[in-house]
C-alpha cells in the first residue's frame, strides 16, 4: 500500500531567503579551530584594553588573571586530563589487573586469563588494546 | 542460569513501527504571541509552545532516502526512519556530538517542527526560547540566528543552556521573585557531561567543565567491549541494541573496586550476570525414517553383491580362457611334426620366435591355471610345500655354466625362503609374549587392584608431565633469549666454526670425522625446533592405551582425568565470564552474558581513560571546580546537588556522587542529598516553558532589529544563558 504522501505546504519558510550553499556544513576541525582563533583575538584584545588604562605591574597581573578566568569558550570549558594515576583493569575481563603480558601489552587479571591471551591472533591482541585507546602505530 | 522464580534470559526487543499522528491544531495559538520553545538535543528534539504541559518529542535525525518499490525520494524524519530499512544508513543529525554542524537537518528539523505544531502563517510569529550547548561554538549560533531570523522571520530568539533550566524548573522560586537559588548542577547529555555552578541563580560559566563522554560514548564503548568477547557471535550486534542494553542492565557501582572483588569468585559472577537471548534460527534437518534407512542399507548391500558376482564371472571366464589356450598350445606341441620347417611355419603363426618361447608360455600358462585353482574357495591348499634347492649342495666344479646359475638362482629363493619362516616364528613368539603379558596383567589386577592401578596412574602422570615438559621447550625455543634458544645457537655455531676439526686429525690428514659417531646425527634433532618427532605420537600412543585401560576398570578414573580433558580445561573464572555452550546449540550460541559490562560501562564517566579518552573523570572535575571556590560558596554548591539529562537515570548514580563527594569536602560542610531531576529528559522544555511564561523572558531575547544591528554571534547576557559573545 503507498503510504499516503504528506508533503504539506510550508508558509511559515521565508521563500526569498536563498542560502548560501557554499558556506554551510563546516567540518567539526574547522570550527573549533575557529573558536581557537577568536578566543585568542578576544584575550589580545582585552590585554590591549587593561594595557592602555596604564595600571600598575601588580594590578595588570590580576586582571589578567580576572580576564583569563572570564572568557569562555567550547575549548576551554573542556576538562582537563586527568592527573590521578591510572587504576589498571584487565583488558579481557574487565577485573582488575595487576599483570601485564609483555608480547601484547594487554593487562590481565590471573594466569587463566593469561591462557587465553597466549593463544590470541595479534589482529584480536590489537583490538583490545584499542579499546583501552592504545594504538600500536608499529608492529 | 534460572534461579528460582527470576529468569536472567531477556530478549533483545523487536523494533516496532511508528504510528502516524495527524498534526496538532493552530488555531490556539494563531495570532498569539505564545513563545514557542524548543529543546534542540543531541538525540532527541523538543518543541512547543509553551502553554502546554508537556512537548513532542522526536528522534533528531533526518534521513533523505530514495524508495525503491515506488521509486520515490522520501524525506524522512525521527522515527518514521524506522519504516525504511534502508533509511537508518542515511540518516543525519544536526548534531556532531556536541557542535550544530549540519545545517540542512537542522532546517529540516525546525520545517518538521513547525509542520507538526500546524502552523500555517507566514513565518513564525513567536518569540523563540531554544537551547544551546555550554559555551557553543560561535559558528553554530550564528547560523542557527541566521536560519531562524532569516528564513523563519522570528520576532525574538532567546538562546539558554538546558541544564540551567531544569535546575530552574525544579528549584522554582515563589511567583513573582527573583531566581537565586544556589547549586551544582551535573548534566548528563548525549555526548558530554558538565558541571555548571550556579550562584545566586546565575550559572558562573566560566568556571564550569565539560567532559566528552555521554551516552554515545558509552553506547559505541558497550558494542566495542559485546564484539570482542563473542568475536563469532551469529549475528551482528547493532548500537541500537547496544543502547537498549545499556538503559537496561548497566548502573554504577558506588565502590567500584569492590565490586570487581566480589565478581572476582565464579559462583558471584554467574548470579550477577545477564543473558540476553538474541534472535536464532534452527535448521531444518532432513531426518530419514528408519525403513528409509534399511532400505538404501539393502540397496547397497546388492549393489556391493552385483559387483562381486560380476568379478567372479569374469574370472572364471578369463580361466577358462587360459585353459582353452593351454590345451590349445599343448595339443600343438605334441603335434609337433618332425618337419622342421613346417613347425617353425607353424610356431610363427601363432605368434611365437621358437621353441623356448612356446615352452615357456606354456609355463607360464600353467603355473597360472595353477594359481587360479587355488584361490577359488573350494581348494585351499595351507600347506607350505617347502621347495627343494636339490643344486645347492652340489660343489661348483661338477655343474657347467648353466648349472652353475641355477644354482645361484636356488641359493637365492632358500635364502628368501629361510628369511620368510624366520619372520614368521618370530611373530608368533611376540604374540606369546605379548598374551602371556596380558594375563599377567590381569592377574596382577584381580589380586591386587589399587597396586595395579596406582601404578598405571603414575605412568600415565610420566607421560602427561614429559609432554608437558616437550611442550614448554618448545615454547622456550621459539622465545629468542631464552637459555634453549641461546644452547641451540650455540651448537649451530660450533658446527659450522671451522675449528672443529682439531688440529691432530688435521695433521693425520683426515676429513671431517662428523657422523663416524651414532651421537653425531642426534645433533638434527637438537636443531630443529619445529619437527614434532616421532617421540611425542609414541607417547602419545602409550598414554592412550594407559589411560582406555584405567577407564575400563577402574571405577575413580573418570573421562576427566585424561590427558585430552585435564588440557582442554578452561578455569572457571572464565567459563563464567564467557559461558561455552555445545556445537549444536543454536540457542546457547546466540546468547550474550553480561557480567562485568554491567558497571565496567557506567565506571567509564568517572574515569574515561578506561576507554582510552584522555580526559578526566566525574570525580576528579567535580573536586577541580569545587577548589575555585571560596569555602561559604562551596558550601552554597554542595547543599543543592542537582543531576538532570536522560542518562542520569542509570540507577546507582546518585550513590555514586554521594560517595565521590563526601570525602572530597571537610567533614562539617553539609552536603545534601543529590537531587535528580523529576524527569529528567523533559525537565529542561518545561523548565524553559515555564521560564517562558513570566515577564523576565522578554527582556533577554534579541529580537529582529538587534540581530540586523549586530550580527548573529551576539547575545544578551542572562543567567541562563552563555556568555561567550555576550553583551
Known sequence: ?139 | MDEAGTSNIFYVPTPSLPSITPPDSYDRFRSQSVPLIIDNGSSNLRFGFSTSASPQSSPNVIAKYKERKFNQSLLLFGDAIDTESGAKSQGKTPWEGDVLLNFDAMEHALDYACVRLGIDAEGIDHPVLMTERLCSPLHSRALTSELMFEQYSVPSLTYCVDSVMSFYHNNKPISGSTFNADGLVVSFNTASTSVIPILNGKGVLSHAKRIPWGTQQSTEYLLKLIQLKYSSFPTRVTSVQASWMLHNFCSFATDYPAVLRSLKIPANMRAAERIIQFPFAIPVIEEKTEEELTRIAEKRKEQGKKLQELAAKSRMEKLAKKETDLQYLTSLKEGKSENKREWMHVLQVEGFDDDAALDETIRKLEVDVKRARKKDPDGQDDVVEEPSFPLIDVPDADLDEEGIKEKKKQKLMKAGFDARARARREKEKEREEKEAEERREEGERGNNFDDWAARLRREQETIMNKIKERGRRKAALSDRKSAAAQARMKNIASLAADERVSKKKRKAGAEDMFGADDEDWQIYRKLNAAAVSSDEEEEFNQLRIIESKLLMYDPTFTAQHTHASITSQRSALISAFRPQYEEGDIEGSARIHLNTERWRVCETYFSPGMAGVDSAGLGEVLQSILARFTEAEKARLVKNVFITGGPSQFPGLQERLYGTLRPILPPEMHLGDIVRAADPSLDAWKGMASFANTDEFHQVGVTAEEYQEWGPERIKRWWGGNCNSAV
Open chain 1, 1 to 139: 500500500m503507498v503510504p499516503p504522501l504528506i508533503r504539506p505546504p510550508r508558509p511559515f519558510k521565508n521563500p526569498n531567503y536563498t542560502k548560501n550553499t557554499n558556506r554551510r556544513t563546516k567540518n567539526l576541525k574547522t570550527v573549533l579551530g575557529q573558536e581557537r582563533e577568536k578566543e585568542r583575538i578576544e584575550r589580545e584584545r582585552r590585554r590591549q584594553e587593561r594595557d592602555s588604562q596604564a595600571m600598575d605591574i601588580d594590578e595588570v597581573k590580576k586582571e589578567l588573571v580576572e580576564v583569563n578566568e572570564e572568557i569562555s569558550t567550547y575549548l576551554s570549558i573542556e576538562a582537563p586530563p586527568s592527573v590521578l594515576p591510572q587504576r589498571h583493569y584487565c583488558d579481557i575481563t574487565g577485573l582488575e589487573a595487576p599483570y601485564t603480558d609483555p608480547r601484547t601489552g594487554l593487562r590481565y587479571h590471573d594466569k587463566s586469563v593469561y591462557e587465553l591471551i597466549k593463544n590470541l591472533s595479534p589482529s584480536a591482541a590489537k583490538d583490545y588494546l584499542a579499546a583501552r585507546g592504545v594504538n600500536p602505530v608499529v608492529r
